[in-house]
């Protein structure tokens, strides 16, 4: 394996202070797949290969950002059943191109992933056609109807990382109780969506005086709130390992910061669509804004960015749920939720770094460090020894986005012909190189 320098970097160390939170020039040396060290800019990264005795291979990052490769969890892929919509190989050519180094899949396939047979063949189709760590998560519930929990001991030996059954609130109490009572002996971690599924049922987009306008079926941001106060209930009846998949309104908030005040094992994500948009862009009815759950207002946008930046919610992830034309050119009732994300996760998170809401440590805090140490990874970080995922990346180069340039088999992105500022330059897993922008 090739040992590489890359030199004249713009470090961004996840676990820096405040007064590099922008990033340091320096150079990072690789070797057998992982960081050996950081070493100032100072000294050529000529003289550092011989001092070292490597053969290394140097790659001049001319001041561009060198950041630990994205961890992006509840990633959607059509392999079983709607491959049509997203196969492995184009999931994993659009993750090399966004800076994505470790995907973490959902369940939601057809059939769901809820045995082993279902999840060895996931996991075999990842290991032949992707270019990056693919890792996958397994359904909660057979068949995730909410009814009987999966075998979870034998999903956990067949490699799963977390039980969901993803936009399905399990909404027998008891049933959900007994899964996570049983999760907690194992120490298997469960991933919940918190949305009270009666008055959410329906819904595709947030209640208010615009839905009204709009006369479109609404949910409350209550319906949240309800849903994570009933979750939080449960995890401090079991002591289970509990990651909220998204928390999106400020009213939910307040009970998030109390489970973690009181010790609760909980974390929270967020989608970047819902840190950079808000209810008013579906004021044309594009379906390509349809989203689970919809998209919130300003103000609860607004606390959600104060909330990654300050810690209380841990990750920001893409969401990515592809979905063909046929199923988003209808009606916006009637169209298929969701959006691609893994292209578009990097330059639209940077919004919120050009807009000085967040530095770039505490962006890729929430979009590499935290979800690899909820997930028990090693990967994350740029401490000597860690893997060498990485990402190079321009947050200032300017574009147009086009749907038609991604990599993704669907192209149902809500950025389309909107302009971004941040681009890719290269991607490496494990110090091998799986993407560079011509």
Known sequence: MTDLIFSNARLIDPEA???????RTGHLLVSDGRIVGILP??????????ERGLSAEVVDCRGACLAPGIVD????????????KESYKSAGQAAAAGGVTTMVTRPDTQPAIDNPETLEFVTRRAQAETPVRVLA????????QGREMTEIGFLMDAGAVAFTDCARV??????????????????ALVIGHPQEPILSKGAVVTSGKFASLRGLPAVSPMAERMGLDRDIAVIEMTG??????????????PALERAKANGLDITAGISVHHLTLNELDVADYRTFFKLTPPLRSEDDRRAAVEAVGSGLIDIICSMHS??????????????????????????????LYHSRDLTLAQLFRALSANPAKRLGLPCGRLASGAPADLVLFDPDIPFVMDRYTLK????????????MQGRVLGTWVGGQEVWRRA
Request: charged letters at 30%.
């Open 73 to 84: 969890i509840g990633v959607k892929v059509g392999e079983p059943g709607e491959r049509h």
């Open 322 to 351: 592809p979905q063909d034309e046929e199923s988003k050119r209808l009606p916006f009732e009637e169209a298929a939720s969701g959006a691609v994300g893994l292209e578009t996760l990097l330059p639209a998170a940077l919004r």
């Open 170 to 187: 399990v909404a027998d109490t008891k049933v959900f109780s007994r899964a996570l009572t049983y999760a907690r002996s194992l120490g």
């Open 17 to 23: 202070c405040s007064d590099d939170a922008n990033g």
């Open 240 to 253: 289970a390992r509990y990651h909220a998949d998204q928390i999106t309104t400020a009213r939910a908030l």
């Open 137 to 144: 998560m397994a359904a909660l519930t057979k068949g995730r």
């Open 41 to 50: 800019a100072d000294a050529p990264a000529a003289d550092i290969a011989r």
């Open 408 to 419: 993704s088999k669907s192209l149902n992105t809500p950025y389309d012909e909107q302009r």
